[in-house]
């Protein structure tokens, strides 16, 4: 039976699901899992589209919406660590 125009493929499906699929999508070593998720609207829902239901990382509305992590002055300045000095002071990126 031909497909119907629009409608994907088996072989298509069975591609997402195993490269692309919230499921399969693994974080990087070493990574904090979790850190930005829902901190952006799913643009996906937002169409009515989104086919990973709870499982997607993104908001599914304003209510789920949760803020972005702050990373400034998150690290320890390599100078300072070194030579317990920085010449920026508190100007350091670091």
């Known amino acids: ?3 119907v125009s629009g409608e994907p493929s088996a072989v298509a499906v069975e591609r997402w699901a195993t490269c692309c699929s919230a499921a399969a999508v693994k974080p990087p070593v070493g990574s904090q ?3 930005f998720e829902r901190t952006r609207l799913c643009r996906f ?4 589209e989104c086919l990973q239901g709870s499982l997607c990382t ?3 509305g304003d209510s ?5 992590p702050v990373f ?12 317990g000095d920085c010449s920026a002071g508190s100007a350091c990126k670091f």
């Not at 829902?45 to 009515?48: D, I, R, V």
């Open 45 to 48: 829902y937002a169409a009515g």
């Open 64 to 68: 789920q919406l949760l803020p972005r």
């Open 33 to 35: 899992p979790g850190v």
């Open 58 to 60: 993104f908001a599914h």
């Open 1 to 3: 039976m031909p497909r």
């Open 72 to 83: 400034f002055k998150s690290k320890v300045c390599p100078t300072f660590a070194r030579y």
